[in-house]
């Protein structure tokens, strides 16, 4: 099952061109996975927006970046669910807080957001309150909204943890399927693309949604227990149930312990040769989070150079990229455009 196209067509020429994600919306600007964070990265010019999705007690596909609460909401702080508080082991981590799967959906949207980094973001604390919780149907009817015909928006949605909540009462495998068919998304073009770190989970999802089902990107961390899956072999098994990887973007720029760029890999070449899509994952403006040489002062808060590892990332064929800042990401493709037309031909 190998990409056919590009997650994004340029409407003006119909030649396949790389996308930009807003991860989680605009999280440099506005708390991650809020109205207000999806409808400001569509403002910036993201072609796709990226909710994370958890389930709820009696079984919503709500969006939040974990099924536990308390860094993304003001839940810490609600008396009325101070029994709440529990520990369990999520994955292989022993997590304590207030989890998605003890609220009902009903009590979610009592919940309002706020910034999970202020340390590092501490100018979208205003807005903390401002906005509650979404369900993963919201994000794909705001998504709806405000796409044209000349600029559609897409939802790239990760599922969060799906065969650890499978596990506990809470299919999510199921749910999604039956969401997205409810929704009319069930499709290679439709307006969700999927993607998931459980491959189990997207092998399923692909049985169930058939070839014909919506595109699938398998993220891969940048951990030894996923270098099999950019071997050759495991990019041919990946391109059996899904269309493209989502790989953590130190598997492409790679870096010492120190966080020195190093060099580069062959990995964008390897899916392509295996007819995988490649969209990198994440970029963030603040100095905390680039490599070395592209920092800008010694403040980990303060902006760096991302145009940099994003023109980078471009050049070295990425079909998208995943950004906090999707502004910056557009900025540094269409550098690259305008330096390639400048680029005079030979014949």
Do not use: C
Request: proline fraction near 7%; glycine fraction near 8%.
């Amino acid at each position: 099952m190998h990409a056919s196209e590009s997650l994004a067509v340029d409407p003006a020429t119909g030649l396949r061109r790389p996308v930009v994600v807003g991860h989680r919306g605009a999280p440099a600007y506005r708390p991650e996975h809020t109205a207000g964070s999806y409808e400001l990265a569509i403002d910036l010019g993201a072609e796709l927006i990226e909710p994370d999705v958890v389930v709820s007690r009696d079984g919503a596909l709500v969006v939040r970046h974990e099924n536990e609460l308390s860094r993304s909401t003001d839940v810490a702080g609600r008396p009325e669910f101070a029994g709440r508080r529990t520990t369990r082991v999520v994955g292989e981590r022993e997590r304590s807080g207030w989890f998605a799967e003890d609220f009902t959906l009903a009590e979610l949207r009592t919940l309002r957001a706020v910034e999970r980094m202020p340390e590092l973001r501490p100018l979208n604390t205003p807005y903390d309150g401002r906005f509650g919780v979404l369900t993963l149907a919201e994000v794909v009817e705001l998504a709806r909204r405000r796409s044209t015909a000349a600029r559609p928006v897409r939802v790239l949605a990760e599922l969060k943890k799906p065969r650890w909540a499978g596990e506990h009462g809470l299919p999510m495998v199921d749910l999604v399927a039956a969401e997205l068919r409810r929704l009319g998304a069930d499709t290679p073009d439709g307006t969700v693309v999927l993607q998931s770190f459980d491959a189990a989970a997207l092998r399923e999802l692909r049985a169930e949604l058939g070839d014909a089902g919506p595109t699938m990107l398998q993220l891969v961390d940048d951990v030894a227990a996923d270098d099999a899956m950019v071997t050759p072999a495991g990019l041919r098994e990946v391109s059996t149930y899904a269309q493209g990887i989502a790989p953590s973007r130190h598997r492409i720029l790679l870096r010492d312990a120190d966080q020195a760029m190093t060099g580069v890999s062959t990995l964008v070449s390897q899916a392509h040769r295996a007819g995988l899509l490649v969209v990198p994952w994440t970029l963030r403006p603040e100095n905390a989070f680039l490599p070395r040489h592209l920092r800008r002062g010694e403040d980990p808060a303060a902006p760096g150079d991302m145009q940099t590892e994003a023109r980078l990332l471009f050049a070295l064929g990425v079909d998208g990229l995943i950004t906090d800042a999707p502004e910056i990401g557009l900025r540094a493709r269409q550098e690259l455009v305008t330096a390639r037309d400048r680029t005079p031909t030979t014949r």
